[in-house]
């Protein structure tokens, strides 16, 4: 994944499982304020930096999984980077790319189309351009799934808060078919 200890080669990466192990690199520096992310820069424990995000992004738009949707093993590693950032000045691009990265794998795993990843997961590039904003086809264990990995949280994304709710306002279903989805602390 990286040459002798230095920084991740992007072009190494050659499948989600991949990322995943790269991301995983991402979220250990972030808590630690060391590892090949953070090396060669000042950088504090639990905080999310411009490099941080810049990491993620290019990580995830890496161009041997770009045309793939982002797999639950990726998101996942993206909310465990959500929750160990206690401090951010990434001026929010992270929040942005981890709801659009949410939601690309929402959508794909709910068999809807989704756009390459260096499109949907674009700071330039709206999530409601291209995210489901019905719930007709959302399957609804993947929405339980993510209101499941919210749940609780000190930290939390609005606007993947906000595109969640609607799915699953949209889906009239009866608060009994998905108990606690949400939790008052958020």
Do not use: Y
Request: net charge negative; charged share 20%; glycine share 6%.
């Amino acid at each position: 994944m990286s040459a002798a200890g230095g920084p991740i080669d992007i072009s190494a990466i050659a499948s989600p499982e991949a990322v995943v192990a790269a991301l995983a690199m991402v979220r250990d520096s972030v808590i630690t304020g060391e590892g090949p992310t953070a090396r060669g820069r000042v950088h504090f424990s639990r905080m999310l930096d411009p490099t941080d995000a810049s990491w993620c992004v290019r990580l995830l738009t890496a161009a041997a999984v770009n045309n793939q949707p982002v797999s639950r093993a990726e998101a996942e590693v993206l909310f465990e980077i959500n929750d160990a950032a206690t401090e951010r000045s990434d001026d929010g691009r992270f929040d942005d790319l981890f709801a659009k990265a949410i939601v690309h794998h929402a959508a794909a795993a709910s068999g809807l189309p989704v756009p390459p990843r260096s499109v949907a997961l674009s700071p330039g590039t709206a999530i409601e351009s291209w995210a489901p904003t019905k719930a007709v086809g959302v399957n609804i264990e993947v929405l339980e799934w993510i209101a499941g990995q919210m749940r609780g949280k000190r930290r939390s994304n609005r606007q993947l808060m906000a595109l969640v709710a609607s799915l699953i306002g949209a889906a009239t279903l009866p608060l009994t078919h998905l108990p606690n989805v949400f939790d008052i602390s958020m």
